[in-house]
């Protein structure tokens, strides 16, 4: 079964500064995807970033990027220059690609609470 | 675009009342929409995945029979909580993959339940 590991469970830093949260996962999957969702106090999930496994390539997003490290299982996400509104806990998450039985689940990590101080 | 709403955002109720959340892709057609259930300070928990037309497929430990869910449209899905206990207050978030793009979930804000 796959799982998704986030162990910091807090992080300050302050604003401007650059952050990277971490993320690992354990599939026996080749192909997949993974992605950081946000969730700040309002509690919307918000999509941050998405990764395709067979990809090469850091997925970017504005001040978003990752460091896809497939054969280490590792998947952080960098975010440069922060702002006050960065604030919200980051959830990192696994899906494998469709067969019959994911119906595209999403495996989540247990989440990283971010603050950014002014 | 993907906006995801749901309704209500908050609810209270009383112990013994049944309660129906809603939700609804706005400018997409989904495929798929996923119920979860957030406690404080955790992660989503997956409750349930519903496909349009077809009955939902319920998670390990979640009573079908106590969250009832109907998915009637490409744009719709229902969650209905009958005789709500206070146990079952929570916060729940649906999400929804668009048809032909599905390994993205986009998500509605949640809906808070208070049952008395």
């Known amino acids: 079964a796959q799982t998704v590991t986030q162990s910091q469970p807090e992080m300050s830093v302050q604003e401007a500064e650059t952050v990277t949260l971490s993320c690992t996962y354990d599939?026996?999957?080749?192909?997949?995807?993974l992605f950081w969702y946000k969730q700040p106090p309002s509690r919307q999930m918000i999509l941050v970033i998405r990764?395709?496994?067979?990809k090469q390539q850091n997925a970017t997003e504005n001040r978003f990027s990752v460091n896809f490290q497939k054969a280490a299982k590792s998947f952080s996400l960098k975010i440069s220059d922060s702002q006050l509104g960065d604030t919200a806990m980051y959830f990192c998450?696994?899906?494998?690609?469709?067969?019959?039985?994911?119906?595209?689940?999403?495996?989540w990590g247990a989440g990283t609470k971010l603050i950014i101080k002014p | 675009g993907a906006v995801v709403s749901q309704h209500p955002s908050r609810v209270i109720c009383k112990s013994g009342t049944s309660v129906k959340i809603e939700c609804r892709s706005l400018?997409?057609?989904?495929?798929?929409m996923f119920w979860y259930r957030q406690f404080p300070k955790q992660s989503l928990m997956l409750m349930a995945t519903?496909?349009?037309?077809?009955?939902?497929?319920?998670e390990q430990g979640v009573e079908k029979d106590k969250f009832l869910i109907n998915h009637a449209s490409l744009t719709l899905s229902t969650l209905t909580v009958t005789s709500a206990h206070p146990e079952d207050s929570s916060f729940y978030i649906c999400?929804?993959?668009?048809?032909?793009?599905?390994?993205?979930?986009?998500f509605g804000p949640g809906t808070r339940l208070l049952v008395l």
């Open positions: 999400s929804a993959t668009i048809s032909g793009g599905r390994e993205t979930q986009y």
């Open positions: 400018d997409f057609q989904a495929t798929t």
């Open positions: 519903s496909n349009e037309g077809s009955k939902a497929t319920y």
């Open positions: 599939t026996s999957e080749s192909n997949y995807y």
């Open positions: 990764q395709e496994a067979y």
């Open positions: 998450a696994f899906m494998k690609t469709r067969d019959v039985d994911s119906n595209y689940q999403l495996i």
